[in-house]
């Protein structure tokens, strides 16, 4: 039997509870495909810091590279909020991110039909809007140095080398060769030196793939233009900071920011997280929406365990219970026809993923 091991990062706040409806879903459809998934779990984030006082154990950062995947939750907390940076929770995601040197972060958008009037947009802006950020990952401003802050004067430095942006656009374009053939790359090169080279260099790479058409946009009208006109979209390439506001704001297009899943992947290993943070205000009680989890474990079939029929059957189940008015909190106000607890939607997913 074909055999997977998975490493499992809960984290903090509503992570617990999200991957374990991630693993029910799992364990449906490694069953009906008929292979096996060992799990193995690993501190990150503030459970780290509590159990270790390290926000980012050697054994977690060692430990995780023997798996074939990782599954994250999310982490962050106010409990950890005063802690100087380097021990501070979200240090552990970046060091985990930089170890397994997973440089790119796709983070697909979705709008589910049935979903359309949840949005703070109206339906005929987003009907329909599917799109991918690929988002660098582990470069750009989140790591350069020098870096400091003394009390009077703070400053990062924004940095990228030209192969760490021929190997991010080169997933930018491979799979815009899968999808509709476009890619947008958004850069603020009207100001910024980091930039023009950057833009530059996408140019240079986009010579290779003469089927995709390359467009450019600065930072702020792609901010704009998001909200404006999203299905103008296919593929959005963009670096580390910029990756991580855009997505948050494409999230909304979707309905809520509980339905959005990642993968973050380099040469050799994959990491997959929902892009929505802990959520501390709400953990515990219930409501947490698990279907970015879960969706970012179907990536992770797709992606790392080449399970292509098992990632299918998840997204078939997401829709399906999406479609028969299934709803967690969030999105309650949306053609609900049941309100379901985070175990209860995961339940029925794990349920529809399997038949
Ligand atoms: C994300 C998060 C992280 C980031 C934080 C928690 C470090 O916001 O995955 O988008 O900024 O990358
Ligand atoms: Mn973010």
Redesign the pocket.
């Known amino acids: 039997m074909r055999s997977y091991k998975i490493a499992l990062i809960k984290g903090d706040g509503i992570g617990p509870e999200i991957i374990e409806e991630a693993v029910k879903v799992l364990d449906a459809v490694s069953f009906s495909e008929g292979f096996e998934l060992k799990y193995e779990e690993y501190l990150l984030g503030g459970a780290a810091i509590d159990a270790t006082g390290d926000p980012a154990p050697k054994e977690t950062l060692e430990g995780v590279k023997k798996a074939d995947a990782v599954l994250f939750g999310?982490?962050?907390g106010e409990k950890w909020d005063s802690l100087p940076r380097q021990k501070r929770?979200?240090t552990g995601?970046?060091k985990l991110?930089k170890e397994l040197q997973v440089f790119a972060?796709l983070r697909p958008v979705t709008v589910y039909d049935e979903l359309v009037n949840a949005s703070t947009l109206k339906p005929s802006v987003i009907e329909g809007v599917d799109l991918m950020v690929v988002r660098e990952?582990i470069g750009g401003i989140?790591f350069g140095e020098p870096r400091g802050n003394d009390g009077q004067k703070a400053f990062n430095t924004m940095v990228y080398t030209k192969s760490e942006v021929i190997r991010i656009a080169k997933v930018a374009f491979e799979i815009a060769m899968k999808r509709n053939k476009r890619v947008c790359s958004v850069d603020k090169a009207n100001v910024l030196d980091v930039s023009q080279l950057w833009r530059d260099t996408v140019e240079e790479v986009a010579k290779e793939y003469p089927e995709v058409m390359l467009s450019h946009m600065y930072v702020d009208n792609a901010a704009m233009q998001l909200i404006r006109d999203p299905k103008q979209f296919d593929v959005i390439l963009t670096g580390?900071?910029f990756?991580?506001i855009l997505?948050?704001e494409a999230s909304m297009l979707s309905g809520s920011i509980g339905l959005l899943p990642?993968a973050s992947i380099g040469e050799k290993y994959g990491l997959y997280?929902p892009?929505h943070?802990s959520a501390p205000d709400i953990a515990g009680q219930g409501i947490s929406n698990p279907i970015a989890a879960i969706a970012s474990a179907a990536m992770m079939l797709r992606f790392a365990l080449n399970e292509e029929g098992a990632a299918q059957r998840i997204e078939r189940a997401i829709k399906q219970v999406l479609h028969e008015g299934y709803r967690t909190q969030d999105l309650s106000a949306y053609d609900a026809k049941e309100i379901c607890s985070t175990s209860e939607i995961g339940s029925i997913i794990a349920n529809y993923a399997s038949k």
């Open positions: 999310a982490i962050g929770p979200e995601l970046l991110r972060n990952l989140y580390n900071i990756g991580d997505s948050d990642s997280e892009i943070g």
